[in-house]
T-cell receptor, first 111, second 116 residues
Framework: QQQVKQSPQSLIVQKGGISIINCAYE??????FPWYQQFPGKGPALLIA?????SEKKEGRFTISFNKSAKQFSLHIMDSQPGDSATYFC??????????FGQGTRLTINP | GAGVSQSPSNKVTEKGKDVELRCDPI?????LYWYRQSLGQGLEFLIY????????KSGLPSDRFSAERTGGSVSTLTIQRTQQEDSAVYLC?????FGTGVYEQYFGPGTRLTVT
């Protein structure tokens, strides 16, 4: 009930391409879904977040798509750049309670 | 403004010793969280403080782990009688008050703990 499943574990995309990472959750009480970006040796940095009352949120090249009925959400990175190479984590929480994280996706953007 | 800070950045300790890890949250943030990141387990929740409420300790893996938050600001995570499986990066995060409806959690750089 508390799990968040993330896929793929690793992803290689060519520069300029679209990177897509998917997550699925079980607990329908979750009402906050953030994505974090983490570079080696650094803490996770909040990238973008969505709440279940909207189906899509876009910030620059980053878009979250949310499907409440399927209990799935995904991160799309448009025009992927080498600087986007990092590990990405999806997460879910009920309000300001603890975050439940996916297992992470290591993204590599080839120049 | 200043983000979440943690100290030390690295800690090497011998098995059986006690360690203390410190977290300074973002000024004005009343919610504080500890997480652990390890290769095999990903990012795991440990404990959550919100204002004067009783902390949510549901993620602490054993009674060797404890945490306190003094004056509603700085927090210390203590691990007693450290074991090799405690080796991980310990991350602290903070967020604005629960009642504001602002849920964003901001993470510090972490403390890398190595138990030899």
């Amino acid at each position: 009930q508390q799990q968040v499943k993330q896929s793929p574990q690793s992803l290689i995309v060519q520069k300029g391409g679209i990177s897509i990472i998917n997550c699925a959750y079980e607990n329908t009480a979750f009402d906050y879904f953030p994505w974090y970006q983490q570079f080696p040796g650094k803490g996770p940095a909040l990238l973008i977040a969505i709440r279940p009352d909207v189906s899509e949120k876009k910030e620059g090249r980053f878009t979250i798509s949310f499907n409440k009925s399927a209990k799935q959400f995904s991160l799309h990175i448009m025009d992927s750049q080498p600087g986007d190479s990092a590990t990405y984590f999806c997460a879910a929480s009920w309000g300001a309670q603890k975050l439940v994280f996916g297992q992470g996706t290591r993204l590599t953007i080839n120049p | 403004g200043a983000g979440v800070s943690q100290s030390p950045s690295n800690k090497v300790t011998e098995k059986g010793k006690d360690v203390e890890l410190r977290c300074d949250p973002i000024s004005g943030h009343t919610a504080l969280y500890w997480y652990r990141q390890s290769l095999g387990q990903g990012l795991e929740f440990l404990i959550y403080f919100q204002g004067n409420s009783a902390p949510d300790k549901s993620g602490l893996p054993s009674d060797r782990f404890s945490a306190e938050r003094t004056g509603g600001s700085v927090s210390t995570l203590t691990i007693q009688r450290t074991q090799q499986e405690d080796s991980a990066v310990y991350l602290c995060a903070s967020s604005l008050d629960f009642g504001t409806g602002v849920y964003e959690q901001y993470f510090g750089p972490g403390t890398r703990l190595t138990v030899t």
